[in-house]
């Protein structure tokens, strides 16, 4: 199983993609494998007239990793009480076209950090909102770390052990997702 993490910021010392990478270390191992990416600056402002089957190539390979993903793990800041323009310009183009586009009955699911008292709880609500509306399937509930400077140790992992298994709770209901039915409901024969 394949696991893509998407840190809505695009800085190099985002608490975001801190909590991205905190994220894939809770994947116990075995359960998946987990990457992040690293393309979402490259991709171009969303032009319908762009928007042809020769895709330009930044849209390309953000649409093939999300293809190659059994399930995708965003955590997006919060600007301005909603998603960062960019992140929400890369959903318009992975949602097209609309009725196969690669979100569609994807299992995704969304945290968030910000640096304030509120921890993005509206960003995250947005977020959902959008990637609903492109079909995927959203799972897990919300994820706030607030004060996000303070909430990360050394190595990255979470310093408060609530939110930690909060975010493993979130992981866990991701993976589950993936997991075909018949795995989840087998029982042993009596
Ligand atoms: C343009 C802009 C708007 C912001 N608006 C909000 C906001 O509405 N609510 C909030 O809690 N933090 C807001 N912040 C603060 C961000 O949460 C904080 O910078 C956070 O660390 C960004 O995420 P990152 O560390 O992953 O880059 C804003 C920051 C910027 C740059």
């Excluded at 492109?134 to 994820?143: D, I, K, P, Q, S």
């Excluded at 979130?170 to 589950?176: G, I, M, T, Y």
């Amino acid at each position: 199983m394949q696991v893509l993490g998407i840190s809505g910021s695009l800085r190099g010392g985002s608490h975001n993609t801190e909590l991205v990478r905190a994220a894939g270390a809770l994947i116990e191992a075995g359960d998946a494998e987990f990457d992040v990416y690293d393309g979402l600056k490259l991709v171009p402002p969303y032009d319908k007239d762009d928007d042809v089957p020769d895709a330009p190539a930044a849209v390309a390979h953000m649409r093939a990793a999300i293809v190659g993903a059994d399930a995708v793990l965003f955590a997006t800041p919060e600007y301005n009480s909603s998603i960062p323009g960019q992140l929400k310009n890369a959903i318009d183009w992975l949602s097209r076209p609309i009725a196969t586009n690669v979100l569609r009955n994807k299992p995704v699911t969304v945290v968030g950090a910000s640096t304030g008292m509120f921890g993005a709880v509206w960003a995250q609500a947005e977020l959902r909102k959008v990637l609903a509306a492109t079909g995927a399937r959203v799972v897990g509930g919300e994820l706030p770390v607030p004060h996000a400077h303070e909430r990360f140790d050394k190595d990255g992992r979470l310093n408060d052990p609530e939110l930690e298994q909060a975010l493993a709770d979130v992981v866990r209901s991701l993976v589950e997702a993936v997991r075909p039915v018949s795995e989840e409901s087998a029982t042993p024969a009596a």
